[in-house]
C-alpha cells in the first residue's frame, strides 16, 4: 500500500507563501513516479495543480498558478514540494498530493493510483 504524506498547509493572507510536502512512507520510493499536487475548494470540483515526473524532471502547472507555484523534487528525502507565492483567497482549498506511474494517468485524466490524506490552505483577503 502506498502513503503520501502532505504537511505545510496552513492560513496566510493574500500576497503571502505556503511551501508544501509530500512525502512517502517508508518502503515507497518516487523514483519512477509522477507526482503531483491537486487541490478542492469547498462547492468545487477538484482540480489539478501541478506534477513532476520523476524520470526526467518535466513539470507542469494549470494556468491559473503558473508563475506563482513551483513544484520541485528532493530525490534524497523522497519528497515533492509546492512553493506556493503571491497565493490568493481563490487559492484557498484542500490540497491534495498524488502519485501515479503514468502521466497519462496523472495529468491527463486526473485519476492516480495513490492518493493523501490532504492538507488545508487558507488564504484570507
Known amino acids: 500500500e502506498v502513503q503520501l504524506v502532505e504537511s505545510g498547509g496552513g492560513l496566510v493572507q493574500a500576497g503571502g507563501s505556503l511551501r508544501l510536502s509530500c512525502a512517502a512512507a517508508s518502503g515507497f520510493t518516487f523514483d519512477d513516479y509522477v507526482i503531483g499536487w491537486f487541490r478542492q475548494a469547498p462547492g468545487k470540483e477538484r482540480e489539478k495543480v501541478s506534477c513532476?515526473?520523476?524520470?526526467?524532471?518535466?513539470?507542469y502547472y494549470t494556468n491559473s498558478v503558473k508563475g506563482r507555484f513551483t513544484i520541485s523534487s528532493d530525490n534524497g528525502k523522497n519528497t515533492v514540494f509546492l512553493q506556493m507565492n503571491s497565493l490568493k483567497p481563490e487559492d484557498t482549498a484542500v490540497y491534495y498530493c498524488a502519485a501515479d506511474s503514468t502521466l497519462l494517468r496523472l495529468w491527463m485524466f486526473d485519476q492516480p493510483d495513490y492518493w493523501g490524506q490532504g492538507t488545508q490552505v487558507t488564504v484570507s483577503s
Open positions: 513532476i515526473s520523476r524520470r526526467d524532471g518535466t513539470t
